[in-house]
Each structure stands twice: as structure tokens, then as C-alpha cells.
T-cell receptor
């Protein structure tokens, strides 16, 4: 149990275009989902926390108008990188946790490699 | 905010030997400490976690110890195997209602056959 999927696994886009990444909890309901960014050989940096049906909470320094997060259901959250530029190239990883009070364990997706040309 | 330090950054051990990775945290309010294993090009996989009400937890070849007074916790892998080679991350959070994880910087573990 506790499987999280991401789609796509890899995406290459031209500078200036927008890219949407989906994160799904396959066998549990995720009240809270998290989006991370990871540069090569570095740790995971939290970008934002999203709760189903409410606005995402962004970490300091993360542009909310550039990284649009939608958590429309208990099994799906999306991250849209708007007007992508080469510096947005990175490994984006989502995680999900079950309803509060059940467990706070975060289960991670397999990640999405974004390359902006 | 919380700060988690992790050592060593790289670790090489002979197959069959034990590996130990250590983390320290700054916020005494943190009460949940998971360990993740990340293989190249993949997302982190939870391998073991511990809460502040226990001092040690074991799952087959993997164990985690927690010293709340000193604010440090450690991952122990015994009888290491080549498939244990990966990057390991420790993390800390307040848990239950504030699940934001603060990650350590990672340890690249290499098992030498």
C-alpha cells in the first residue's frame, strides 16, 4: 500500500512554455501533498504544501505565480511550471500523506525530470 | 526553523560489514524522524521511521536509534549487501498536523563487493 505515482516521468520543453506534472496517490486518500525540487547531488527542497480543496502554502523564495499547485481531489495534485526557463530544469518530486491523525508518514512519487531548452 | 545535519556525506563499506549514518536536529519539538533511501533517478523510499516516544526501532537488517536529550538519531544497516548502495536521507518533523519534513544533506553509501 501507499503508492504514489507521477506523470510524466520525463519532460523536455522549450523556454517560455508551461508544463504540468501530475501526482496521484493510488491506494489511499491524501489530505496533504507536498512538492519538492531536487538538484543533482543535493537534498530535497520543499517548494509547497497543498491540502485538498484549499490554496497551497509556498515556502519562502518560491514564486507562487510561477509554480501553480492545484489539489482538486484527495488523490490528485498538479504542479504547473509556467513560462519555464532553463533554470527551472530540475527533478521534481511529490509526496503524499494520509489524513491527519492517521499517520504523518510521507510517501514519495518516482519524480519528474524537467529539462527546459 | 528546524535544521538537520547529516554525516558522513559519503560512506564506503565492505559487503557484509555494518554502516552507520548519523543526524542531528536543532528543534527539540520535532517528534518524527524518518529515513529515506533514494536510488539514482528515483524518488525517495521510506525505509524506517521512529517517533520521539521510543529510543530504538528495528526492521530486519535496519535499525534506527534516537537520543532526544542529545537531539541526534542514527541509521544502522547490518550485513550490508550491494543493493544497499544508494543515497540515504534523514529527516525530522513535528508530525501530526504539521508534517513538513526537514531533510538532511544525504549520505552516499557504496557497498564494495
Amino acid at each position: 500500500g501507499a503508492v504514489v505515482s507521477q506523470h510524466p516521468s520525463r519532460v523536455i520543453c522549450k523556454s517560455g512554455t508551461s508544463v504540468k506534472i501530475e501526482c496521484r496517490s493510488l491506494d489511499f486518500q491524501a489530505t496533504t501533498m507536498f512538492w519538492y525540487r531536487q538538484f543533482p547531488k543535493q537534498s530535497l527542497m520543499l517548494m509547497a504544501t497543498s491540502n485538498e480543496g484549499s490554496k497551497a502554502t509556498y515556502e519562502q523564495g518560491v514564486e507562487k505565480d510561477k509554480f501553480l499547485i492545484n489539489h482538486a481531489s484527495l488523490t490528485l495534485s498538479t504542479l504547473t511550471v509556467t513560462s519555464a526557463h532553463p533554470e527551472d530544469s530540475s527533478f521534481y518530486i511529490c509526496s503524499a500523506s494520509r489524513a491527519p491523525g492517521v499517520t504523518d508518514t510521507q510517501y514519495f512519487g518516482p519524480g519528474t525530470r524537467l529539462t527546459v531548452l | 526553523g528546524e535544521n538537520v545535519e547529516q554525516h558522513p556525506s559519503t560512506l564506503s563499506v565492505q559487503e557484509g560489514d555494518s554502516a552507520v549514518i548519523k543526524c542531528t536536529y536543532s528543534d527539540s519539538a520535532s517528534n518524527y524522524f524518518p529515513w529515506y533511501k533514494q536510488e539514482l533517478g528515483k524518488g525517495p523510499q521510506l525505509i524506517i521511521d521512529i517517533r520521539s516516544n521510543v529510543g530504538e526501532k528495528k526492521d530486519q537488517r535496519i535499525a534506527v536509534t534516537l537520543n532526544k536529550t542529545a537531539k541526534h538519531f542514527s541509521l544502522h544497516i547490518t550485513e550490508t549487501q550491494p543493493e544497499d548502495s544508494a543515497v540515504y536521507f534523514c529527516a525530522a518533523s513535528f508530525g501530526f498536523g504539521n508534517e513538513k519534513l526537514t531533510f538532511g544533506t544525504g549520505t552516499r553509501l557504496t557497498i564494495i563487493p
